[in-house]
T-cell receptor, first 115, second 114 residues
Framework: DSGVTQTPKHLITATGQRVTLRCSPR?????VYWYQQSLDQGLQFLIQ???????AKGNILERFSAQQFPDLHSELNLSSLELGDSALYFC??????????????FGSGTQLSVL | AQSVAQPEDQVNVAEGNPLTVKCTYS??????LFWYVQYPNRGLQFLLK??????LVKGSYGFEAEFNKSQTSFHLKKPSALVSDSALYFC????????????FGPGTRLSVLP
């Protein structure tokens, strides 16, 4: 068990809808990362937060947004969903903000299916 | 720009034989290099990392990896494969330069046959 909790584990919704994915990092970890994993795109970095502030942005669509709350949990909001958004969404946490050798701890992911 | 290549989508090896999963990278500056493993229906788990120093890095579950700067490679190895090693393996790189994020390779599926 990595100590990173993601809910829900599975989410089935329809095109055009909006969903929220939740992540609780390991105790003591200040950084939260969001990744999207799909068969054709592999593991894509979406966004990183550190202690409540956005730290880095990757290939995140404008329809997607995220935030990290004072208790350090994070939410990823996906809106106007399209079929192509179906994927496994991972959250990862780490202790360090800018260190390169930090180790990421991954949650088990949320499997999103857009029908 | 940073990038990671894992030239093999799939690697098959017989149980008890040595295994190698290949990784090459491109990064500006010195790299931090990582291997992660993903078992079915699970998140990625850290295996090992190279920061600096000895080119041979030992990690979890008997895995090791060799950093080769001239070939910009960081191949994952294990002397004797187990069926339970069957999983998806990801190589990742991060530059020492501030502001650079992790970049993961496309993954290599390892199948260890009994």
């Amino acid at each position: 068990d990595s100590g990173v909790t993601q809910t829900p584990k599975h989410l089935i919704t329809a095109t055009g809808q909006r969903v929220t994915l939740r992540c609780s990092p390991r105790s003591g970890d200040l950084s939260v990362y969001w990744y999207q994993q799909s068969l054709d795109q592999g593991l894509q970095f979406l966004i990183q937060y550190y202690n409540g502030e956005e730290r880095a942005k990757g290939n995140i669509l404008e329809r997607f947004s995220a935030q990290q709350f004072p208790d350090l949990h994070s939410e990823l909001n996906l809106s106007s969903l399209e079929l192509g958004d179906s994927a496994l969404y991972f959250c990862a946490s780490s202790v360090m903000a800018r260190g390169g050798d930090e180790k990421l701890f991954f949650g088990s992911g949320t499997q999103l299916s857009v029908l | 720009a940073q990038s990671v290549a894992q030239p093999e989508d799939q690697v098959n090896v017989a149980e008890g034989n040595p295994l190698t999963v290949k990784c090459t990278y491109s990064v500006s500056g010195n790299p931090y290099l990582f291997w992660y493993v993903q078992y079915p229906n699970r998140g990625l788990q850290f295996l090992l990392k190279y920061i600096t120093g000895d080119n041979l890095v030992k990690g979890s579950y008997g895995f090791e990896a060799e950093f080769n700067k001239s070939q910009t490679s960081f191949h994952l190895k294990k002397p004797s494969a187990l069926v339970s090693d069957s999983a998806l393996y990801f190589c990742a790189v991060r530059s020492h330069n501030y502001g650079q994020n992790f970049v993961f390779g496309p993954g290599t599926r390892l199948s260890v046959l009994p």
